[in-house]
């Protein structure tokens, strides 16, 4: 790092509700080697997270987050709680900066607020995100490769996996924006040479010039075969020549026999047919024979409808009348006469039972005189009038009235009754058949009678006397009068129908010869001019009007032509593009590699401290427009035991060998970061290989702060033995961080 370079280091953290935090709390740091040291699921990884989030703004891109569902919030706070990470940084001894970094937990990857202060001054949104880029001199994407390691980088290197240690590598050498490009413009190749072939494949299959012809012929093909229509209809060759001069002078011919406007030169022929078909039929409906028809159909319907209620009428009192007639030799047909009958029978009913009743009780009396003369025979004289008194004539007189004449009575006028409620209820029953007779079905004839004088009483026939329902009801030969009075007026009905019928079929014949002498033959004229005058105009306008599309359809073959040979150059311009950016940044990784090689060997080196592979090295290859990296294992006593490092390093010289080629590959000099943070680094490295690499990180030159968060007490203790400022992260309890 130049003397004039700048070098930002990290003085404090402050992350609020966000990831494992629950709350608010603080980190300092100090301005050397430091490690903070905590139990695995304690916070490590969430603190590295959070202060990469609160600088980049971004998720980074690893394999076991997904994005578009990962929350940054805490999940005991809840996605309303304000989460939030504020993030010191110093450099020298006066600019200071502070970046604080709002989530919103409805989102994953969006900042609701960012806001920058640097040397008094604030910036906040893209403004503030692109003065932290400027300032720490790196590239969005690229701070978690040269400041802030992850163990997903770490363990992204020992896996072996190609595409891994590509993402790793590019990110520490500043390479992801070029080595993100190459993908990118391989799909814009392949996407120029499938347009290529859409274009081919439409040319061939809808050649414009080739569609314009077709269309032409089929079009002429049309225009023909309506020229030959037309002359089978009756028109010449020549009258073809000026089809809608022609078309004109038949409309004019029409226009003169209607009297309307004859059509100008230059009209529309179709308008100019529907107009005058117009004119036609209001011609035809308001032409006097017209008028005059219509007015005599609709009195001859009137009268058809007369002569048939008449008719129906006559019919149906023929019948009632013979249905009187026959009822009347069943009995009586008066209904006073009947309700008198009724009356008297029911008077002699009651008077019988009054008699009956006065009987019954002199019956009653002379049975208990009898009963007390038969206790008393031997009475000689009456009781009361002191008379002479024979007993047993007595007796034999009241025995005779109590069993003879009482008896005879009271049964006399029992048969008398039977005969009076027999010839009542004959009476009865009588009545109302006359009743329903009347009602149901005479009553309704006579309101037909009365609406039928109404609708005559104009006439020459019309009913001078009145219709009387009692007499109708009861008198045949009022009835017989009636039925000759609708004879009559069905026979005149009738007379009168068939003269109206008469002057219908005269006007209907006068309207038949105005209809073939001046309308049809102007109809016919019409439509000739509609049906084969106009699809020859029409044709005409067609082919004239696609003429002026051949020069289009030229263009646009023209123009498709161009932009086939234009994506064909374009994907071979991109192919070079590409090749010549892969090449490049297969170049630029393999002096980037080259040149910090020692460097990382030698630490490798300090740490690993193997007694065969005493160095690594990148091998950088070129495949198919893509750069890949094999991580090797060197030794510089034999050459020929070179091999990639998952094949004969131990799992902890692995560790030593991935930590080796971040902090050398991240050593670069185009960023001004001065400070780097490594999370948990040892794992899988035993105490002497912590001890080793505890002194190697200590004695870095271009790197003064290092930040250590680790679980393994023994490598926090290794740092602290090798200089290190040491504090511990805290403990976890019920969702929170507590301080020790």
């Not at 002199?362 to 002191?386: F, M, R």
């Given at each position: 790092?130049?003397?004039?370079?700048?070098?930002?280091?990290?003085?404090?953290?402050?992350?609020?509700?966000?990831?494992?935090?629950?709350?608010?709390?603080?980190?300092?740091?100090?301005?050397?080697?430091?490690?903070?040291?905590?139990?695995?699921?304690?916070?490590?990884?969430?603190?590295?997270?959070?202060?990469?989030?609160?600088?980049?703004?971004?998720?980074?891109?690893?394999?076991?987050?997904?994005?578009?569902?990962?929350?940054?919030?805490?999940?005991?706070?809840?996605?309303?709680?304000?989460?939030?990470?504020?993030?010191?940084?110093?450099?020298?001894?006066?600019?200071?900066?502070?970046?604080?970094?709002?989530?919103?937990?409805?989102?994953?990857?969006?900042?609701?607020?960012?806001?920058?202060?640097?040397?008094?001054?604030?910036?906040?949104?893209?403004?503030?995100?692109?003065?932290?880029?400027?300032?720490?001199?790196?590239?969005?994407?690229?701070?978690?490769?040269?400041?802030?390691?992850?163990?997903?980088?770490?363990?992204?290197?020992?896996?072996?996996?190609?595409?891994?240690?590509?993402?790793?590598?590019?990110?520490?050498?500043?390479?992801?924006?070029?080595?993100?490009?190459?993908?990118?413009?391989?799909?814009?190749?392949?996407?120029?040479?499938?347009?290529?072939?859409?274009?081919?494949?439409?040319?061939?299959?809808?050649?414009?010039?080739?569609?314009?012809?077709?269309?032409?012929?089929?079009?002429?093909?049309?225009?023909?075969?309506?020229?030959?229509?037309?002359?089978?209809?009756?028109?010449?060759?020549?009258?073809?020549?000026?089809?809608?001069?022609?078309?004109?002078?038949?409309?004019?011919?029409?226009?003169?026999?209607?009297?309307?406007?004859?059509?100008?030169?230059?009209?529309?022929?179709?308008?100019?047919?529907?107009?005058?078909?117009?004119?036609?039929?209001?011609?035809?409906?308001?032409?006097?024979?017209?008028?005059?028809?219509?007015?005599?159909?609709?009195?001859?319907?009137?009268?058809?409808?007369?002569?048939?209620?008449?008719?129906?009428?006559?019919?149906?009192?023929?019948?009632?009348?013979?249905?009187?007639?026959?009822?009347?030799?069943?009995?009586?047909?008066?209904?006073?006469?009947?309700?008198?009958?009724?009356?008297?029978?029911?008077?002699?009913?009651?008077?019988?039972?009054?008699?009956?009743?006065?009987?019954?009780?002199?019956?009653?009396?002379?049975?208990?005189?009898?009963?007390?003369?038969?206790?008393?025979?031997?009475?000689?004289?009456?009781?009361?009038?002191?008379?002479?008194?024979?007993?047993?004539?007595?007796?034999?007189?009241?025995?005779?009235?109590?069993?003879?004449?009482?008896?005879?009575?009271?049964?006399?006028?029992?048969?008398?009754?039977?005969?009076?409620?027999?010839?009542?209820?004959?009476?009865?029953?009588?009545?109302?058949?006359?009743?329903?007779?009347?009602?149901?079905?005479?009553?309704?004839?006579?309101?037909?009678?009365?609406?039928?004088?109404?609708?005559?009483?104009?006439?020459?026939?019309?009913?001078?006397?009145?219709?009387?329902?009692?007499?109708?009801?009861?008198?045949?030969?009022?009835?017989?009068?009636?039925?000759?009075?609708?004879?009559?007026?069905?026979?005149?009905?009738?007379?009168?129908?068939?003269?109206?019928?008469?002057?219908?079929?005269?006007?209907?014949?006068?309207?038949?010869?105005?209809?073939?002498?001046?309308?049809?033959?102007?109809?016919?004229?019409?439509?000739?001019?509609?049906?084969f005058l106009v699809p020859i105009i029409e044709a005409v306008e067609k082919i004239e009007a696609h003429g002026?599309?051949?020069?289009?359809?030229?263009?646009?073959?023209?123009?498709?032509?161009?932009?086939?040979?234009?994506?064909?150059?374009?994907?071979?311009?991109?192919?070079?593009?590409?090749?010549?950016?892969?090449?490049?940044?297969e170049e630029s990784a393999s002096a980037a590699v080259k040149a910090r090689m020692p460097r990382i060997s030698?630490?490798?080196?300090?740490?690993?401290?193997?007694?065969?592979?005493?160095?690594?090295?990148?091998?950088?290859?070129?495949?198919?427009?893509?750069?890949?990296?094999?991580?090797?294992?060197?030794?510089?006593?034999?050459?020929?035991?070179?091999?990639?490092?998952?094949?004969?390093?131990?799992?902890?010289?692995?560790?030593?060998?991935?930590?080796?080629?971040?902090?050398?590959?991240?050593?670069?000099?185009?960023?001004?970061?001065?400070?780097?943070?490594?999370?948990?680094?040892?794992?899988?490295?035993?105490?002497?290989?912590?001890?080793?690499?505890?002194?190697?990180?200590?004695?870095?030159?271009?790197?003064?702060?290092?930040?250590?968060?680790?679980?393994?007490?023994?490598?926090?203790?290794?740092?602290?033995?090798?200089?290190?400022?040491?504090?511990?992260?805290?403990?976890?309890?019920?969702?929170?961080?507590?301080?020790?």
């Amino acid at each position: 790092m130049s003397p004039t370079q700048k070098s930002w280091r990290l003085e404090k953290v402050s992350v609020t509700n966000l990831l494992g935090f629950q709350g608010t709390k603080e980190y300092k740091f100090s301005p050397t080697l430091q490690v903070l040291e905590a139990p695995n699921h304690t916070g490590k990884a969430s603190l590295t997270f959070a202060l990469l989030w609160g600088m980049t703004g971004t998720i980074p891109a690893l394999p076991r987050i997904n994005r578009k569902s990962f929350r940054l919030f805490n999940k005991h706070a809840g996605e309303t709680a304000k989460s939030s990470v504020v993030v010191e940084l110093a450099q020298g001894n006066a600019e200071k900066m502070t970046i604080q970094r709002t989530y919103s937990g409805a989102r994953s990857d969006v900042d609701v607020e960012l806001t920058v202060d640097l040397n008094e001054k604030n910036y906040t949104g893209q403004d503030a995100q692109n003065l932290i880029f400027d300032e720490l001199g790196v590239k969005p994407n690229s701070l978690e490769g040269c400041g802030i390691v992850l163990q997903d980088h770490r363990l992204g290197l020992i896996t072996g996996q190609e595409s891994a240690i590509s993402d790793v590598i590019n990110d520490m050498l500043g390479l992801y924006t070029l080595s993100q490009l190459v993908p990118i413009l391989e799909e814009k190749v392949k996407e120029a040479n499938d347009l290529k072939k859409e274009v081919d494949a439409f040319i061939v299959a809808a050649d414009p010039v080739a569609k314009w012809v077709e269309r032409d012929t089929e079009l002429r093909t049309g225009l023909s075969g309506s020229e030959n229509d037309a002359i089978d209809a009756g028109f010449l060759r020549e009258d073809l020549e000026d089809t809608k001069g022609t078309a004109i002078r038949e409309l004019a011919s029409v226009a003169t026999t209607l009297s309307a406007i004859k059509p100008a030169a230059a009209a529309k022929i179709t308008a100019e047919v529907e107009r005058l078909r117009n004119a036609l039929g209001t011609l035809r409906t308001t032409t006097p024979i017209s008028a005059e028809l219509a007015e005599l159909q609709r009195r001859a319907n009137e009268l058809d409808q007369r002569w048939k209620s008449a008719d129906r009428l006559s019919k149906d009192f023929s019948v009632h009348a013979k249905k009187l007639v026959a009822e009347s030799a069943k009995g009586e047909m008066d209904r006073a006469q009947l309700s008198g009958v009724i009356a008297d029978k029911d008077a002699a009913l009651e008077n019988n039972k009054a008699t009956r009743e006065a009987l019954e009780q002199e019956q009653g009396l002379l049975t208990v005189a009898y009963n007390h003369l038969l206790s008393h025979q031997k009475l000689e004289s009456c009781p009361v009038c002191e008379g002479v008194v024979d007993t047993g004539k007595l007796l034999r007189s009241l025995k005779l009235r109590i069993a003879d004449s009482i008896a005879r009575e009271l049964e006399r006028l029992k048969e008398e009754d039977e005969s009076h409620a027999a010839q009542r209820n004959t009476a009865a029953k009588r009545l109302k058949t006359v009743n329903t007779l009347r009602d149901e079905e005479h009553r309704p004839l006579v309101e037909r009678l009365l609406t039928f004088a109404q609708q005559i009483k104009e006439t020459s026939y019309a009913w001078t006397s009145p219709i009387d329902s009692d007499a109708l009801f009861l008198d045949a030969e009022a009835r017989n009068r009636l039925i000759r009075l609708l004879d009559e007026a069905v026979q005149k009905a009738s007379d009168e129908k068939k003269s109206a019928e008469n002057e219908v079929g005269e006007k209907q014949t006068a309207l038949a010869k105005q209809e073939a002498e001046l309308f049809q033959p102007a109809e016919t004229n019409i439509n000739r001019v509609r049906d084969f005058l106009v699809p020859i105009i029409e044709a005409v306008e067609k082919i004239e009007a696609h003429g002026k599309l051949r020069d289009s359809a030229e263009q646009r073959k023209s123009d498709l032509t161009n932009l086939r040979e234009e994506a064909q150059t374009l994907a071979g311009q991109l192919r070079k593009i590409t090749g010549a950016l892969s090449k490049h940044e297969e170049e630029s990784a393999s002096a980037a590699v080259k040149a910090r090689m020692p460097r990382i060997s030698g630490f490798f080196r300090s740490v690993a401290q193997n007694p065969d592979y005493d160095g690594l090295d990148i091998q950088t290859t070129l495949s198919r427009d893509k750069v890949a990296y094999k991580i090797q294992a060197t030794s510089a006593q034999l050459g020929n035991l070179n091999d990639a490092v998952g094949h004969v390093l131990s799992e902890g010289d692995l560790s030593a060998a991935a930590m080796s080629l971040l902090l050398g590959l991240a050593s670069g000099t185009s960023h001004n970061l001065g400070f780097i943070v490594l999370d948990d680094p040892a794992q899988g490295m035993d105490d002497t290989l912590q001890a080793n690499f505890a002194n190697a990180l200590a004695k870095l030159e271009d790197r003064k702060q290092v930040v250590i968060l680790t679980h393994q007490r023994s490598f926090a203790e290794a740092l602290e033995r090798a200089g290190a400022s040491r504090c511990k992260l805290g403990t976890w309890k019920l969702g929170k961080l507590k301080d020790e």
